[in-house]
């Protein structure tokens, strides 16, 4: 099973689906409209270019399915969220197509209007119903039959752990437990047969076994040990679950999946829901671009000014960790000399010597974070989301803020309510303050949240607060 070729499978689907509304809706426009607005000689001229149209329509079905967030859970997608976000995308769809193209129509009455939008828009939502469903079912029958499982492991050994793989077997036929992976510390129910790691090699044992989920069943476990699980889990790119006696620990809103009467909380999914995920991906796309090119006068203006000011790469890359623990490369306008940090790294603060002149104007401003939206565009950040640390930093901060890998959960971002309370962070003091900031933005996406931090930070820019 790879989730990615059953992704595209639907989404080629959608585009057969599209095509086939578009030529039916041209029968009936040919058929009803246009015999009696040319006296019954069937002769088929719009206002627009209907053949045109037919390759150009998939392409808007796509998009808004997409941005729908149909196409990101394509696998447990019920059956209800598939109803009612086909019902939507294609009401959107044919209202948009009514807009743009029907609304300037030659048409006999205006009543065919309302006619036109109608027709689209069943025959819209009743083919791309009709296919998803039938993929869907071929889908659940796959897992049904046991040809196709998620391969889940169950971390702990415990009463707990036994308790929680017993319901997932008998009430998931989309999940398989694999294993279990034993803590030190903690008692044993299962037998040893079951035992397939411990948590030292857990990340060997989850690529062996192609484990694309685990759940943490541990028995009275610490905080610190819990978190210190999740810590090596997120690096695994596998969903993370939690049995509900763990509840208690995280705050704020969290999306919930039942095997049977054991709710099971995720903590490796985004609480935004999946349309707004997909919105503000591709917001961050567009509004990344649109700024590098508005920018553009003020990029050349900056890259030759820190030239000019001092010796080095205009350009300054750092390792940063991101999502799910990822090292990536980010960008920054240079700000201080080159080589100013040699050895240990050391926290810069407003009156640090080794900003330069340039350097300090671009930090009053922000200016300096400009090049990243070059890593919004390649997906490794996002406009809005915690300010990515480094690795030396993130070790300091664990040790007293053990949940700092709940930051794993989203892609880092240009700016989010930490940077904009705190500002810059010259001690790891700061940095853990702006930790909780970050961490109640994560339990609170949304789009207009995002938009408010934006707002926000817009703010600081024009009143040269940066610093």
């Known amino acids: 099973m790879n989730r990615s070729l059953l992704r595209v499978r639907y989404i080629l689907f959608d585009i057969f689906s599209a095509i086939i509304v578009w030529i039916l809706f041209m029968a009936f426009r040919r058929i009803v409209n246009d015999a009696k607005l040319y006296s019954g000689i069937p002769i088929f001229t719009p206002n627009f270019n209907f053949y045109t149209v037919l390759f ?20 447990k997608q019920s059956k209800i969220n598939e109803f009612f976000t086909t019902l939507v995308s294609s009401a959107l ?3 948009i197509i009514f807009f743009v193209l029907l609304l300037d129509d030659v048409v006999i009455d205006y009543t065919f209007y309302y006619k036109s939008l109608i027709v689209l828009f069943l025959l819209l939502f009743s083919i791309t119903y009709f296919f998803r469903t039938i993929q869907s079912a071929n889908i659940r029958s796959y897992f049904k039959k046991g040809k196709w499982k998620i391969n889940t492991l169950i971390v702990g050994t415990g009463k ?10 008998k009430s998931s036929y989309f999940n398989q437990v694999v294993g279990f992976i034993k803590v030190e510390n903690y008692e044993r129910e299962v037998d040893g047969s079951e035992i397939v790691g411990n948590i030292f090699n857990m990340e060997k044992v989850i690529a062996d076994l192609n484990v694309k989920e685990a759940i943490i069943a541990l028995d009275d476990a610490s905080e610190k040990r819990i978190f210190d699980i999740i810590n090596k889990l997120f690096q695994s790119n596998i969903d993370i679950q939690f049995t509900p006696r763990l509840y208690e620990i995280l705050t704020g809103r ?16 985004s609480t935004m829901s999946d349309w707004q995920v997909c919105v503000k991906r591709t917001s961050d796309i567009a509004l990344s671009f649109l700024s590098l090119i508005l920018l553009s006068p003020l990029i050349i203006y900056i890259y030759f ?8 790469s205009a350009i300054y890359k750092q390792e940063r960790i991101g999502k799910l623990g990822k090292p990536f490369q980010m960008y920054k306008f240079r700000t201080m000399y080159d080589n100013a940090e040699i050895g240990q790294p050391k926290l810069s603060s407003p009156d640090d010597s080794r900003i330069t002149k340039v350097g300090r104007f671009l930090r009053k ?22 300010r990515p640390e480094r690795k030396f ?11 700092y890998c709940l930051l794993y959960r989203i892609q880092p971002g240009l700016t989010s309510w930490g940077p904009i309370k705190i500002g810059y962070a010259d001690t790891i003091e700061k940095m ?30 024009f009143k040269g607060k940066g610093v």
């Open 93 to 95: 769809i044919s209202i």
């Open 254 to 269: 969290v999306r919930i999946d039942k095997y049977g009467l054991n709710p099971l909380v995720s903590i490796s999914q």
């Open 56 to 75: 150009t329509f998939p392409i808007l079905c796509v998009s808004i399915h997409y941005l729908s967030g149909y196409y990101l859970n394509t696998i």
């Open 365 to 386: 401003y922000r200016f300096d974070e400009i090049p990243q939206f070059f890593n919004v565009i390649k997906g490794e950040m996002s406009l809005v989301g915690p």
């Open 305 to 312: 000014a820190i030239k000019l000011d001092s010796k080095g």
């Open 160 to 169: 707990n752990a036994k308790k929680i793989a017993a319901e997932v077997t």
């Open 432 to 461: 853990i303050e702006r930790l909780n900031y970050d961490i109640v933005y994560i339990e609170n996406m949304s789009i207009s949240v995002d938009l408010k931090i934006i707002l926000s930070t817009l703010e600081i820019i």
């Open 393 to 403: 930093y993130i070790d300091q901060i664990i040790r007293e803020a053990p949940y």
